[in-house]
């Protein structure tokens, strides 16, 4: 496989562009750039004894690539960040869990809403969110502080009376009355339609809101200024005192504001400091507008180690700045990134405008960028103190019971779901230093058990897993269950490769630890630590189980319907199966969507939609 690997190498393109590095099972374990696809890839597959562990293991990994040419290598910047946040791969400088980070949105209705929204989220809400033609949603974030985020949401809703319904609105009255947040004055109420409260009123509003979340206080209160003053010369003075009070909150939140020692106060400007504390790298966020800190964030970066932090600052600025919308002026950093001047370009081509990367050697602004380095060490150090609590000590007194000379560094979990004895499924769920490794999850349907015999499902989950090779073996298997379902492992891991791995069963109400070759349960007190690592891991695969035994009833439901649409035999059913890959995508697709389907035209489309919608 090497040979080939280097045969294929050998005939890339000396060309700028994107490569893939993937594994044997084509999973996308890096994604990088370069202004030489040939001879970047090429030090890949340089045998070379003094590199690094992080490239030995990227070596040892490595089964195929793949390669995208493009003009220049800005572009490559550009498709790089696309790439690694569609892959997230595992060898690249990653902000840690970025999914569950949470983002305020403008909507893009006719009369846009403000919603506080993860990544993960934003997907499922496709089927039921329509865009108004030719708007865009308007993104702020990525947040770290949850609870400060929903305060924010709170004093939003306070002072700025947008609409907090999901109705859909055309402009057209959709309801005889508005609800009590019009009568309180927290809501225009365009659900009284397009004559009771124009866009272009309403509008108004939207932007003055994006003023706020962009910390534009000053300009934000001249607009209001003008405002009042011309209400009160047209004498709408309740429309005056309205605005009046919304500036009054206003100044009372800008003045609660820190505001920061620079020389340069009216530039916005981000400060990014980096910070290392043994195998673990973060960056700490001041975003400062107006001379006014408004906000600080936090980020934990995985796959940092063994990288230079030229590198770790270059992709967190490629990963942070490709979500955030609201670009500054500068950014000071703590290290300067790798292709400083390429991501200039890049920052350039984004904002609109050149943005300037700055490291500052003394002065204010070196202060500012120091404060922000202590502040991330701290939160480091405090993150190692939980992690220590959370995991390092109960792992190893989990050691110490099974009988392991070390910690587990592989703990698989296992449980069984079904109904009724329907749609049987076995899920397993990896944990790796106690922390889960959601990408190896795995969800066994049950082919040959009883139905309901939890059993037997089990040990065909069990002797299923003992035979897959390229797998790699755990350190520990624990068990959802009690003294049955941990013999039931026993018995189907005899005589396998995981004959000798060491299982754990922990059974609920009482929670008790059941060991092989142990006669007795054991009870550990509420508040053990390890005691709370089992919990969530066995917690986490029941989760996991039924989750996937909802799918599968779910899909099997759906399957059950194309069988009764007309016009829909097998052949067409196979084809939408196929061209789709499961029945869930075909419940979530569009009567557009369905029409690319061979031998399926608009009206048979048209049909499936509605069976599938109205049942």
Known sequence: MFEMLKEKVSRLP?????????????????????????????SYLAENAAGSPRLRSLQNKLADLDYVVTDTEVEALILECNLIKEYRPRFNVNLKDDKDYPYLILTADLYPRLELLRLSQMGSRRGRYRP?????????????????????VRLLNSIFPLRRCRQPLNGSPAHDRPCLNQQMK???APCRGREAVSPAVYEKIVNQVILFLQGRYGELEDKLKRQMEEASAEQRFEAAAVVRDRLLALKRVAGQQQKMLSVENSVDRDVLALARNSSYAAVHLFQIRGGKLLRQDYFSLSGAEDVDNEEVMASFIKNYYSRETDLPLEIAVSDQPADAGLLQQWLKGKAGRKVNLRIPKRGSLKKMVDLAGRNCLLRLQEEE???????????????????????PELIEGYDISHLRGGETVGAMVVYRHGEPCKGDYRIFNIKQAPGGDDYAALYEVLERRAYRKNWDNPDLILIDGGRGQLNAAIEALQGTQL????????????????LKNVSQPIRLAANNALLHLLQRIRDEVHRFAVNGHRRRRRSRSIQSLLENIPGIGSTRRTALLSHFGSAEKIMKASVDQLEEVPKINRSLAATVYRHLHDH
């Open 14 to 42: 000396d060309q700028p562009g994107v490569y893939l590095l993937k594994d044997e099972k084509d999973r996308v374990i890096y994604v990088g750039k370069a202004l030489s696809l040939r001879q970047r890839v090429r």
């Open 132 to 152: 108004e033609p030719g708007k865009e949603e308007r993104r702020f974030g990525p947040y770290t502080d949850v609870r400060a985020v929903r305060e924010t």
């Open 186 to 188: 927290r809501c225009l």
């Open 385 to 407: 103190e939980q992690r220590r609590r959370k995991t390092e000590e109960p792992l190893m007194e989990l050691a110490r019971l099974v009988g392991l000379e070390a910690p």
């Open 499 to 514: 004959e000798e791995v060491p299982l754990v069963a922990l059974a609920k109400n009482p929670d008790q630890i059941f």
